[in-house]
């Protein structure tokens, strides 16, 4: 870049105790804050004469060759970014240098989560219009094949009015060396999408469920997902456990609420396929209130946070019950109760709106009641018609000359009903496995008959077939298991393990409720130990979450 190679001199002491004098030829002037991962100094650059910011990974990071190479190789993705709303990155250190830093633009402003503390939680759409801005920062991004992979609003920075996405590629690093050596996720597990959680394919969807997760917390002031402990939380956001953002928070209303749950939908492929995509409808929804430019109304808000919010409550009292009767006279009930419900969740006694609901319900009442009366006179017209169109268009038959004798054809039980295993529905096994039709019992002169024609042999007393405990792991909410074809069983894994013959086929079919429903299909082999089974969580997790092994797993 034209300028000396920055270096950390040798006998300056640890970051942690006693900020350098010197990074390179940066003079360091005080420290901006530090964690597990980097520490960041303000310093002066005598070349250009600014100031800027250096961060610096942890040395324990900074020894590790691999850690220090893709340190490097996504501190050079990130340089290439060039958005108003990206922190730019000015230099980097090279592979000769003692320790890894990275030189960036000097960001003075508080964090988005410093100013979440003191507000709580803010109108919809400014929420809306700060998702506005994340979705061009990452739309640039992933244009350069840059995914962020810690989208929070930690890393989003209030900087002269303007918002900035920062800390590109160091939590990355930080995370992947941490899933190397431990297989345990660091960084901000509350941010993060299922895929990411798994070890799985992360892409430009796994920043959408980020920023899906940091509307939801701007919108509600809390957290989609919590627990207890770190297993408990990684846990609900797998199952896609969290609590529906409109029923946190009426006030966000039912169009932000599904724009909040398809961004952390748990499947990547049901979220938005891109941040473009996100930001259309995080626009038409700031639309509504009038807001043709949300990224100039949120310079407004971040200067006047009080002011603006007040003037976005005037205007949703003023538009909602408008768009609320537009959707009534549609015929569109459910769209309209949304608009109404959210007029009346930011102004309770509103009158107006309360009389609107009441004759929205009538309305709906009366067409209902219509078209039942319609569907009734439709059905009798068309039974009258068909009566007469079979009347006038199907002759008499022709009486046959010889009167010839009929019989009947006599249904086998299991033609007349198929058989029925329990009183729940079967599912449908693999097709290599079908499903076989009980028989029907034999009656006792077909059984005489069968005795005479094929005698019993003196085979002598059969030995029990050795059975086979199987356990499940974790306890699915409903199995069924098929022996060799034969009509598949429930058994509740929970209560006792399931047994099986040894040195036959079994099919095993797990429902799992929320996950991925799993079909195990196998020979059960001798052995003493209990045969454990644990199917995968879903379909995209790692081949190792699903085991078929002796022992414990």
Not at 533 to 539: G, K, V, Y
Request: proline share 10%.
């Amino acid at each position: 870049m034209g300028s000396p190679t920055p270096r950390v001199k040798p006998d300056v002491e640890p970051a942690s105790e006693k900020p350098p004098r010197f990074i390179g030829k940066y003079e360091v002037r005080g420290e901006l804050g530090h964690g597990g991962m980097a520490v960041v100094y303000r310093a002066h650059d005598p070349t250009l004469d600014r100031e800027v910011a250096i961060k610096v990974l942890h040395p324990h990071l900074a020894q590790d060759p691999e850690s220090r190479m893709r340190f490097e190789r996504e501190a050079k993705a990130a340089a290439r970014l060039r958005h108003p709303n990206i922190v730019e990155v000015y230099e980097f250190s090279g592979d000769g240098d003692d320790a890894s830093f990275m030189v960036t633009e000097l960001l003075e402003g508080p964090t988005l989560r410093r100013f979440l503390d003191r507000r709580r939680e803010i109108p919809a759409e400014v929420a809306a219009a700060i998702g506005v801005v994340l979705c061009e920062a990452l739309s640039c991004a992933h244009a350069q094949g840059v995914v962020h992979r810690d989208v929070k609003p930690d890393n989003l920075m209030l900087s002269k009015g303007k918002l900035k996405l920062t800390d590109f590629g160091i939590a990355h690093v930080a995370d992947q060396r941490e899933m190397t050596a431990t297989g345990q996720v660091l960084g901000s597990p509350a941010h993060m999408a299922p895929e990411q959680i798994e070890g799985t394919l992360v892409d430009a969807r796994t920043d959408i469920f980020a920023a899906g997760t940091v509307l939801y917390l701007l919108c509600t002031g809390r957290l989609p997902f919590d627990g207890p402990n770190p297993h408990s939380l990684l846990r609900k956001i797998l199952d896609g456990d969290y609590p529906d953002p409109l029923r946190s928070s009426p006030k966000i209303g039912h169009r932000f609420a599904a724009i909040i749950r398809r961004a952390m939908s748990r499947i990547p492929d049901d979220r938005y396929a891109s941040a473009a995509a996100l930001r259309h409808d995080l626009l038409a929804f700031c639309a509504e209130i009038g807001w043709d430019d949300p990224v100039r109304e949120l310079d407004r808000y971040f200067a006047d946070p009080d002011g603006v919010t007040a003037k976005v409550q005037e205007a949703l009292i003023a538009r909602l019950p408008a768009r609320g009767v537009e959707a009534r006279d549609r015929g569109e009930l459910p769209e309209a109760m949304g608009y109404f419900n959210r007029a009346l969740a930011i102004d309770p006694g509103n009158s107006k709106v309360l009389s609107m609901v009441r004759s929205a319900a009538r309305a709906h009442r009366r067409r209902r009641n219509l078209r039942s009366a319609a569907i009734v006179a439709i059905a009798a017209c068309c039974s009258a018609l068909a009566g007469i169109a079979l009347t006038v268009l199907i002759p008499e038959p022709p009486q046959p000359q010889v009167a010839m004798p009929t019989v009947d054809r006599i249904r086998t039980p299991v033609e007349a009903a198929p058989a029925q295993i329990t009183e729940r529905a079967r599912p449908a096994f693999a097709a290599d496995v079908p499903a076989v039709a009980v028989p029907s019992a034999p009656t006792a002169r077909a059984t005489a008959r069968n005795a005479d024609r094929h005698p019993p042999q003196n085979t002598g007393p059969v030995a029990p077939a050795r059975m086979r405990d199987v356990r499940i792991a974790p306890f699915p909410p409903s199995v069924w298991y098929s022996i060799n074809g034969d009509p598949p069983r429930e058994f509740n894994p929970r209560e006792m393990p399931l047994h099986l013959p040894v040195g036959q086929r079994a099919t095993i079919l797990f429902f799992l409720g929320g996950y991925q429903d799993f079909t195990w299909n196998g020979v059960v082999e001798d052995d003493n130990a209990d045969l454990w089974i644990r199917p995968r969580l879903r379909e995209s997790s790692p081949e190792g979450d699903t085991s078929t092994r002796a022992g414990r797993p």
